[in-house]
């Protein structure tokens, strides 16, 4: 087509910086946790190397389906931190997440749910997302060799989930 590698990756985080996840509500009766997971094994993507998992945690509204907020890093409960954190402005009843010890570290036991029959959504969710984004495949040869590229191309696939692609 004549465009240059360099003015598609430029474009990607041109796009991403303009990229704004807001959540739709200010109040949510029940939220969704979840890594992104493949069956059997879980499911990570990387950057240049296998051996530098990236872990993708995020919060899905299944009343509104939005994703509300991720994020992306190493697999520990730091990084579900994080997520709260990007959470504290909305006020949610009950989280659900599954068994995950660093959810459990997290959020309180008075408004969190645990078990599968409380993610049956997100599970969904992630199914969709696994099948339109390579990087998030379990064997794949789509990944990319820099962070920035990687996280912009999550923040837009998010984006385009919660505005573009889903119908009513």
């Given at each position: 087509?004549?465009v240059?590698?360099?003015?598609?990756?430029?474009?990607?985080?041109?796009?991403?910086?303009?990229?704004?996840?807001?959540?739709?509500?200010?109040?949510?009766?029940?939220?969704?946790?979840?890594e992104?997971?493949?069956?059997?094994?879980?499911?990570?993507?990387?950057?240049?190397?296998?051996?530098?998992?990236?872990?993708?945690?995020?919060?899905?509204?299944?009343?509104?389906?939005?994703?509300?907020?991720?994020?992306?890093?190493?697999?520990?409960?730091?990084?579900?931190?994080?997520?709260?954190q990007?959470?504290?402005?909305?006020?949610?009843?009950?989280?659900?997440?599954?068994?995950?010890?660093?959810?459990?570290?997290v959020?309180?036991?008075?408004?969190?749910?645990?078990?599968?029959?409380?993610?049956?959504?997100?599970?969904?969710?992630?199914?969709?997302?696994?099948?339109?984004?390579?990087?998030?495949?379990?064997?794949?040869?789509?990944?990319?060799?820099?962070?920035?590229y990687?996280d912009?191309s999550?923040?837009?696939?998010?984006?385009?989930?919660?505005?573009?692609?889903?119908?009513?």
């Amino acid at each position: 087509m004549g465009v240059s590698r360099c003015t598609v990756l430029r474009t990607l985080l041109a796009v991403a910086e303009k990229t704004l996840l807001e959540p739709k509500r200010k109040h949510y009766h029940s939220v969704q946790i979840d890594e992104l997971v493949s069956e059997p094994a879980e499911l990570w993507s990387y950057v240049g190397q296998k051996r530098q998992k990236r872990w993708i945690v995020y919060a899905y509204a299944p009343e509104t389906y939005e994703i509300l907020a991720y994020v992306i890093g190493k697999r520990n409960a730091a990084m579900v931190r994080k997520l709260y954190q990007k959470l504290k402005n909305l006020q949610i009843d009950t989280y659900c997440t599954d068994d995950w010890e660093a959810f459990k570290q997290v959020f309180s036991k008075e408004n969190h749910q645990v078990g599968k029959a409380y993610t049956r959504q997100i599970e969904g969710v992630n199914t969709c997302l696994r099948a339109r984004n390579r990087r998030l495949v379990r064997k794949t040869t789509g990944f990319s060799k820099k962070e920035p590229y990687h996280d912009a191309s999550i923040k837009i696939m998010f984006y385009h989930r919660n505005y573009c692609y889903y119908t009513f």
